[in-house]
């Protein structure tokens, strides 16, 4: 992928370029693949050929103090509340409106990704994507961004755990 190029301070970053911008100073190899816009994750999982599985969805969730975490869950599965709740170490956890879910991390619902987030909020990865390279959102609709799931892990410090439940 390219550098990063400079910025309009006016306009602002280019949300492609805001995410490589971010995923090069974690040291991450990103790969940012034009598809057609997708209804479902399994429309998503066809055009890109892929399982539903290999699609990880980048959750925003809200805790009771208004900060905010990732969970990164693949297709197929959900959250499991009472998991994710247990290794937050916390009682409560929603998901917020996607006006909120926007202004917390500059990306609509469906192409939120933690790499370029305007704010770095911590990371919790289901188990299951460890050991493969898988798509996420990229900033923008009609885009999917592909890495290695270890190395997105590491790179942000991720927990990971056992967060999911299957849908």
Same mark, same amino acid.
């Given at each position: 992928m390219s550098a990063a190029s400079s &910025?309009? /301070?006016?306009? !602002?970053?280019d949300p492609h370029e805001r995410v490589r911008s971010a995923a090069?100073?974690?040291g991450l190899d990103i790969e940012i693949r034009e598809r057609p816009v997708a209804r479902s994750l399994p429309e998503a999982a066809a055009l890109l050929g892929l399982?539903?599985?290999g699609i990880v969805k980048t959750l925003v969730v809200k805790r009771s103090d208004d900060t905010f975490l990732f969970a990164l &869950? /693949? !297709?197929g599965r959900k959250i499991s509340w009472p998991k994710l709740r247990a290794v937050v !170490?916390?009682?409560?956890l929603k998901l917020p409106d996607p006006d909120v879910?926007?202004?917390a991390t500059g990306y609509e619902r469906g192409t939120i990704v933690p790499i370029g987030s305007t704010t770095d909020w911590p990371v919790f990865a289901d188990a299951s994507i460890r050991g493969r390279r898988i798509a996420m959102g990229a900033g923008t609709h009609g885009y999917s961004l592909f890495v290695d799931a270890d190395a997105l892990i590491?790179?942000?410090d991720a927990t990971v755990a056992d967060i999911s439940d299957p849908e």
């Open positions: &910025v309009d /301070p006016v306009d !602002g970053p090069k100073r974690r399982e539903p599985s &869950v /693949p !297709g !170490g916390v009682n409560r879910a926007l202004a590491d790179a942000y």
